[in-house]
């Protein structure tokens, strides 16, 4: 069962125009959410996160959008540039106990290619 | 400190035979994660470490991985008797106990031939 779903596994964007990933989740009690960029045989990069008592926050070209009533969230880029074209992955993160234990739970990806 | 650092970036080797990973977190990181990604997957989560303490293993890790942090610094990972589905990027990451932001190494890319 699919706790972190990005329903789109790919998106073609050009360049100068902005992008949009999307990511829905099913657990209500997950409390914060990443933003991963990854390039081919490199680690996830971290990209941007978001609590879920914000419904926006903003790192220069990158916004993250959380609906929670939709159990929905977004990342735009914008203005994209070919550099961004990588694999972007969405991650939830529940606390497991008292101790402040996390986890992250990940979504399949969405390949973002930006064209010239 | 340049970051989380992963050895070796790439391991070829025949089934049936060990390998051990190194992971080398940031410094002052406590927390240390090992995640294994295939092909079209998101990471899947191994097993974590709080300094030396292994809080936590996947059901994904079977008898054959085996991983510590002895000092709480540096991590392995080791897997007995390799098999070709153990083929996949093993990523390590790190983390500030007070933060969930993750930081992963490069990863080490295994083939089991």
């Known amino acids: 069962d699919q706790q972190v779903k990005q329903n789109s596994p790919s998106l073609s964007v050009q360049e100068g125009r902005i992008s949009i990933l999307n990511c829905d989740y099913t657990?209500?009690?997950?409390?914060?959410f990443l933003w991963y960029k990854k390039y081919p045989a490199e680690g996830p990069t971290f990209l941007i996160s978001?609590?879920?008592i914000k419904d926006k926050n903003e790192d220069g070209r990158f916004t993250v959008f959380l609906n929670k009533s939709a159990k929905h969230l977004s990342l735009h880029i914008v203005p994209s540039q070919p550099g961004d074209s990588a694999v972007y992955f969405c991650?939830?993160?529940?606390?497991?106990?008292?101790?402040?234990?996390?986890?992250?739970?990940w979504g399949l990806g969405t390949s973002l290619a930006v064209n010239p | 400190d340049t970051g989380v650092s992963q050895n070796p970036r790439h391991k070829i080797t025949k089934r049936g035979q060990n390998v051990t990973f190194r992971c080398d977190p940031i410094?002052?990181?406590?927390?240390l994660y090992w995640y294994r990604q295939t092909l079209g997957q998101g990471p899947e989560f191994l097993t974590y470490?709080?300094?030396?303490?292994?809080?936590?293993k996947s059901r994904l890790l079977s008898d054959r991985f085996s991983a510590e942090r002895p000092k709480g610094s540096f991590s392995t990972l080791e897997i007995q008797r390799t098999e070709q589905g153990d083929s996949a990027m093993y990523l390590c990451?790190?983390?500030?106990?007070?933060?969930?932001?993750?930081?992963f190494g490069q990863g080490t890319r295994l083939t089991v031939v």
């Open positions: 657990n209500s009690m997950f409390d914060y």
């Open positions: 470490f709080q300094n030396e303490a292994q809080l936590e």
């Open positions: 990451a790190s983390s500030l106990q007070e933060n969930t932001e993750a930081f």
């Open positions: 991650a939830a993160s529940v606390c497991l106990s008292a101790g402040n234990n996390r986890k992250l739970i």
């Open positions: 410094s002052e990181h406590n927390r």
């Open positions: 978001i609590s879920s």
